[in-house]
């Protein structure tokens, strides 16, 4: 046991006398004035360290852990006195002891709020007519009101005359034993706990002692995040970007300020088709492509195809030549898997999707230069030629490969026709190329219980011939390559992580044929005069180079393994945008190329293609960032289509939140570096609170402002020391967005922007300027200031909004009227709305989410849906598509629907079901009600009085 | 002890009083006083609440042993003294910074025994806990994994609303 007293504390005094009365008492370790406290928080600093590794930091528990040690159990009356003592003895003997040591006051009036309470100890002893505080005998009770009245009632004059029996009782006590050792063991007593109080003061009681400034409408919701300016005192444990600015930074933010609309980059002539330019950078972004059978998920749309626009926007607007392609990848097995799930051939099916996809992201609101697709006869040649040029290079390996054949369907089993159990971790429902739990590839044979997908028979081992990428003999070439290119480029970790694996383990030849017809043909016409005599017609083991042989066994027609060709989709699908395509994908010199991908599609882009590449040696264009994200998961689990878990592309329009707020929702969350999930709840905080209570609030009254108290002309700007220090802050923090975007570190980028936007709502509420518009003259030259910067901020957020939420930041440029050439964004704050610009009307930007809306959504996509279909003459809710009103047919329904709707919650209520059940049927009788108001053609009222806080 | 202990009339954490009897009786929140009918009246949470556990003879709610005893009284002590009610934001970080750690290495306050102090703290904390964005309670994560184990723990919720933690970490590499 250890017990350490600091110099000082003011607890030290009962505490030692505890000690001092425990049955083993105990050296207590005190701290000389010169050692230092140890830990930060001074209330932590004396402390009672048990053998046990507990650690005791409140006195008064000490204290009564002596005197349980010497079996005092307490009472409801040693309790109550302990309790009283630590919630209001203690503080009016602080308040008093600084009032007099440290301000010098004395008498009784330096008592303050200690009078009653001293009133009260004498009235108790008084009125029980007990010699202690317990009883007659002393208890810990005693002790600790002792202790803590010592420092002031030591000096007896200050103890009021009148109160006789108190004082009778402090003398009693002061006597004790344990009470006169601990008193002589502190003869320095005051002085330390004068130093320490002038360090510490008390918390006074009445008014608070500095009035806290707060950004009332920003900082809600207690997200803090980043650069978000902290009120009150400093925060050493927060992680914050906030430095003091110095004199350069201010003199080069105003400089940057009195630039105006020349310190933007000049906008760019839009020129179609965008192709590299001598002497610019020239950004090629590309994003994985999307394969074409499926809708994609919140996830597949952050993971590639939303961070490659936000990136592509963010390039265009810096004036970097930017060509931004993607599109989806449309052969492989999965497609002709699905195409016989849903009777179509191959071909339908991609049309079909293609379309889907289409649609999506340009709700979405994906800013691609081309969306094409991987069917095309550029694919097929450029597909060839690289395949040629490996050949050629020999860089091509025949083998046998062993192979699933399923002899009831009489076709071989490639990749995902074929399930199991993975070989790996057990999981029962591995595809035959990848398992979806431990996400490592498989060769299908490796399978354990495999099974035909089509038929459900078991497939057996079958032998087939197959052409194979040499990777081992490209290692070299690709680890040269690597180096330089890691050296420059930007690479995420999990890119350079996962790179890193595949190369350590040792690269092994790739198979990059399929038994299929869906794909890409495998071309080996050249060849066919060096074999004698094929064996069959298209037999691709007809053209074998010398010293490959036919094992006559495979003769089904091949072509390549979507590995292989879909990357080579980014060749085609720009080949499909220009002829001149070649000048972006042969030109590693002028062309920097950029792939956003999740990270599963690492290994093609950062080993194979690469490898495929440099096999093929014709100055192609390799990849320079690779820019790779985690997985998004969907509230507490995957994303799944088939048990209908999750939001699906298509889906998100239905459910009447904007794509801008899908967008900034998304971005917000991207799983940088680490997985995030998706969650209602949080989509709605973030959209109350960010969107709308910060950045919606700010830039509306930035222009409310400009319109209500000028006129809706921008006033005249005189710049104080208050407002250069905001500019140099906002510029600091916009070169830090820049870094970041730079970098590809989009969800940190936008919290910055966030940030911005708090400092200028924080710059409003301080400067208050709807007061001083009502005041003399200098008080209104101010107002027109403060509206001035913030007008000029809030435009120069549409721009930094730009590459997130595109539609939002083309609503505030055109409230505030901003011309194209002045939507650029510059290194810093600058003044591109000048005095005398006109705004236009300004409106509202975001829209409250409310919880019963969200709670009905989560309810639908929450997976429970595929079991319970909606009713079949409710349509599926779709809040921005209201039935159209005045049908009595519908309204009778809706009302019977009401009816029984209401009888089933109240049914449930009545049985006490459980909460979650109770909420599930409530948010569909509200979203009834709603429908039924709709129908009705009234506005719907939202239900008061329901909402948590 | 007094026969017939039954109050008369109780200012008190409605719930906590919940927990203890049945049925609930409704009272005015206000300051916590305890009157019964003989004898002085009992004034504060922590007297009151001790109390009452004796009288509801669940006396392992205050510890067993003296090591437990005196940590139960501490987090008493730290909950009437620190969390109570109007506390600003900086006082709600270094509360619940200082919980996060305490809880690190312990399934309740007073180590693996649920005590008093676990209950009073939950209804101490609970209108800060509902406020948390979700970025907090992952940065106050051990906090947040011992609410959510004593809100479930039976009887404590009364008609407290339960407040939802997320499985998932969403902020790992939180800025």
């Known amino acids: ?949 | 002890m007094k026969k017939n202990p039954k109050p008369i009339a109780i200012h008190i954490e409605m719930a906590f009083f919940n927990y203890l009897f049945s049925p609930p009786l409704v009272f005015p929140l206000q300051v916590p006083v305890l009157q019964s009918n003989n004898g002085p009246g009992l004034r504060g949470l922590m007297t009151i609440a001790a109390h009452l556990v004796r009288q509801a003879r669940k006396e392992q709610l205050l510890g067993s042993t003296a090591e437990e005893k005196a940590v139960v009284q501490q987090w008493l002590e730290y909950r009437v003294t620190r969390v109570n009610g109007g506390s600003s934001k900086e006082d709600t970080r270094t509360i619940l910074k200082d919980l996060n750690m305490h809880l690190e290495d312990k399934v309740y306050l007073a180590g693996n025994i649920f005590t008093l102090a676990d209950i009073l703290m939950y209804y101490g904390l609970h209108h800060i806990m509902v406020d948390l964005t979700v970025q907090e309670k992952e940065k106050y994560l051990n906090v947040s994994r011992w609410f959510n184990h004593i809100q479930h723990y039976p009887g404590v919720r009364q008609h407290l609303s339960d407040v939802v933690f997320i499985k998932n970490r969403l902020y790992t590499n939180a800025h």
């Open chain 1, 1 to 949: 046991m250890r017990l350490r007293v600091p110099p000082g504390a003011p607890a030290a005094l009962k505490v030692l006398a505890a000690a001092a009365a425990a049955p083993a008492p105990v050296r207590p370790h005190l701290g000389g004035p010169a050692e230092r406290p140890q830990t930060l928080a001074p209330e932590l600093e004396l402390r009672l360290e048990l053998d046990s590794g507990t650690v005791l930091f409140s006195p008064n528990a000490i204290c009564q852990y002596f005197y349980l040690c010497r079996g005092e159990e307490p009472t409801d009356l040693t309790t109550q006195w302990l309790e009283w003592e630590a919630t209001e003895l203690q503080p009016a003997v602080a308040a008093a002891l600084y009032l007099r040591l440290v301000q010098g006051r004395a008498g009784p009036e330096a008592l303050g709020l200690l009078q009653p309470l001293l009133a009260h100890l004498e009235q108790h002893l008084a009125r029980s007519g007990t010699s202690h505080l317990a009883g007659d005998a002393a208890s810990v009770a005693d002790v600790v009101v002792w202790g803590s009245l010592f420092p002031v009632l030591q000096d007896q004059t200050s103890l009021p005359g009148e109160l006789q029996v108190l004082r009778s009782w402090f003398g009693a006590v002061s006597a004790l034993e344990p009470c006169r050792a601990a008193a002589a063991l502190l003869p320095e007593a005051l002085r330390e706990l004068r130093a320490h109080l002038a360090q510490h003061p008390p918390h006074l009681p009445g008014p608070p002692r500095e009035p806290q400034v707060r950004p009332r409408p920003g900082g809600e919701g207690g997200a803090q995040v980043g650069t978000a300016p902290l009120t009150g005192c400093p925060q050493q444990d927060e992680e914050s970007p906030e430095r003091a600015l110095t004199d350069d930074d201010i003199a080069a933010a105003v400089e940057i300020w009195a630039r105006g609309p020349a310190a933007l980059p000049p906008p760019r002539e839009p020129r179609t088709p965008v192709l590299p330019v001598e002497g610019e950078r020239n950004v090629l972004i590309t994003s994985a492509l999307p394969y074409v059978n499926n809708v994609p998920h919140l996830g597949n749309i952050i993971g590639c195809v939303l961070s490659a626009d936000t990136f592509a926007r963010y390039s265009r607007l810096r004036g970097w030549n930017t060509l931004f392609v993607c599109g989806t990848d449309e052969y492989g097995t999965a497609t002709e898997t699905r195409a016989l799930q849903e009777g179509l051939s191959p071909r339908q099916l991609c049309d079909r999707y293609h379309a889907l996809h289409a649609d999506i992201y340009a709700w979405f609101g994906i800013s691609f230069d081309h969306f094409g697709r991987t069917t095309t006869p550029q694919q097929t040649s450029i597909a060839q030629d690289i395949f040629q040029r490996l050949l050629a290079r020999g860089f091509l390996l025949q083998d046998t490969l062993e192979q699933l054949r399923c002899e009831r369907c009489g076709r071989y089993l490639a990749d995902r026709f074929v399930e199991g159990t993975c070989p790996s971790c057990g999981y029962g429902e591995a595809r035959g190329d990848q398992c979806d739990r431990c996400g490592k590839l498989i060769n299908a044979v490796e399978l354990q219980n495999p099974q035909c997908k089509l038929c459900r028979g078991t497939p057996v081992v079958t032998p087939t011939q197959h052409l194979f990428l040499d990777l081992p003999k490209l290692e070299g070439r690709l680890e040269a390559w690597l180096e330089r290119t890691w050296a420059a480029g930007e690479w995420t970790a999990n890119a350079r992580h996962i790179t890193r694996t595949w190369l350590r383990d040792g690269l092994k030849p790739r198979c990059i044929t399929r038994d299929l017809t869906w794909g890409t043909p495998v071309p080996l016409d050249g060849f066919r005069d060096k074999v004698s005599a094929p064996p069959a017609p298209r037999c691709p083991c007809w053209a074998l180079p010398a010293g490959l042989t036919c094992s006559g066994r495979s003769h089904s027609p091949q072509v390549f393994y979507v590995w292989f060709d879909a990357p080579i989709g980014y060749l085609s699908i720009t080949a499909n945008y220009t002829e001149h395509w070649e000048r972006w994908w042969k030109n590693p010199q002028q062309v920097e190329l950029y792939n956003f991908m999740a990270k599963d599609n690492v290994p093609f882009h950062s080993v194979v293609f690469p490898c495929s590449l440099l096999g093929a040696d014709d100055n192609y264009t390799l990849v320079n960032h690779l820019i790779a994200t985690e997985y998004l998961n969907y509230e507490d689990g995957k994303f799944s289509k088939s048990r209908g878990v999750g939001v699906f592309g298509d889906m998100a329009k239905d459910t009447g939140i904007p794509a801008d707020v899908w967008r900034f929702y998304l971005l917000y969350l991207r799983p940088e570096g680490q997985d995030s999930a998706f969650c209602w709840a949080d989509l709605m905080l973030k959209n109350n609170s960010e969107l709308l209570n910060n950045l919606g609030n700010f830039i509306n009254r930035a222009g409310m402002f400009v319109c209500k108290f000028f006129g809706g002309t921008v006033p005249a700007m005189a710049l104080t020391a208050e407002d250069q220090r905001l500019l140099a802050r906002v510029t600091l923090e916009m070169r830090q967005y820049h870094q970041l975007m730079e970098r590809v570190r989009l969800r940190d980028a936008l919290r910055c922007v966030l940030g911005i936007s708090r400092h200028g709502n924080q710059y409003i509420q301080v400067n208050e300027p709807w007061k001083r518009i009502k005041g003399d003259e200098r008080d209104r030259q101010r107002a027109g200031t403060v509206t001035g910067v913030a007008v000029n901020l809030a435009a120069a957020l549409a721009a930094l909004l730009q590459p997130f939420v595109p539609g939002v930041s083309a609503a505030i440029q055109a409230q505030l009227c901003i011309p194209p050439e002045r939507c650029g964004l510059g290194p810093g704050l600058t003044c591109t709305l000048p005095a005398g610009h006109r705004v236009g009307t300004v409106s509202p930007l975001f829209q409250k989410l409310e919880l019963e809306q969200v709670e009905a959504l989560r309810q639908r996509f929450g997976g429970g849906q595929a079991k319970e279909p909606p009713p079949a003459s409710a349509p599926p809710p779709a809040p921005n598509t209201p039935t159209a009103p005045g049908d009595p047919k519908v309204i009778q329904e809706l009302t019977e629907q009401v009816a029984q709707q209401g009888n089933l919650v109240r049914q449930l209520k009545a049985a006490q079901a459980e909460k979650a059940q109770v909420d599930a049927q409530v948010a569909k009788l509200l979203e009834l009600k709603r429908q039924l108001a709709l129908a009705e053609g009234r506005s719907p009222e939202v239900p008061k009085g329901k909402r948590k806080k």
